[in-house]
């Protein structure tokens, strides 16, 4: 392996063992876990935050390239059934990888790109609510996925704002789970 995927993947599973706490990571850290010099960071990524932007990126990438085989799994199951299932898992990830997520959602909120992890789960939901709505055109569903997507992420980053508001606590998954189906059901219109 080479040391600038060396220092991604040490980035990468530092961010997980730190959980809620990633700014605590230190490029010193991420150096002694890659086995390199200090140095390589500033050569290979410009700083910290650009590496630990590009390793949450790496991070979500690999989930939503899951979706595809995921659908594909799901072959026997209804439209909606399919979204509810994909919606769940997206949402349990969320929720167990709470940093990475957290980082995922915020940098694309606050620098979006075409190519961002927001935008390839919005291409991977979009198929899955044409296929729950067949009456509406692109545009619509097009609407739909997008509050779909956003409501999901405002799930998760408000998690708590949102338990004492509706009185129903979202880090429990039957509660999260049932929520979810509610917000379809509301969204699609189904």
């Known amino acids: 392996m080479d040391s ?3 220092i991604i993947q040490a980035g990468m599973a530092l961010i997980e063992e730190n959980g809620e ?3 605590e990571i230190t490029v010193r850290e991420i150096c ?3 086995g390199v010099g200090l140095g ?3 050569y290979h990524f410009g700083n910290k935050d650009r590496l630990m932007e590009l390793c949450v990126e790496r991070k979500i990438h690999e ?3 899951n979706f595809q085989r995921i659908r594909e799994e799901t072959e ?3 439209p909606f059934e399919k979204l509810e299932l994909l919606g769940n898992m997206t949402l349990d990830f969320l929720f167990t990888h709470e940093a990475v997520s957290r980082i995922s959602i915020l940098t694309d909120m606050r620098a979006p790109k075409d190519s961002d992890n927001t935008n390839r789960t919005y291409a991977a939901y979009l198929p899955l609510v044409a296929a729950c709505r067949p009456d509406l055109d692109g545009a619509g569903v097009r609407r739909k996925t997008f509050c779909l997507i956003t409501v999901m992420q405002q799930m998760f980053l408000r ?3 949102v338990s004492r508001q ?3 606590d979202l880090r429990q998954k039957e509660n999260r789970e049932a929520w979810h189906s509610q917000m379809l059901h509301d969204i699609l219109e189904v």
Do not use: S, W, Y
């Open 4 to 6: 600038r995927e060396a």
């Open 21 to 23: 706490h990633p700014e």
């Open 32 to 34: 002694k876990r890659a």
């Open 40 to 42: 390589l960071v500033n």
């Open 63 to 65: 989930i939503v390239e």
């Open 76 to 78: 026997g199951l209804a």
């Open 159 to 161: 998690c708590d704002t």
């Open 166 to 168: 509706m009185g129903l």
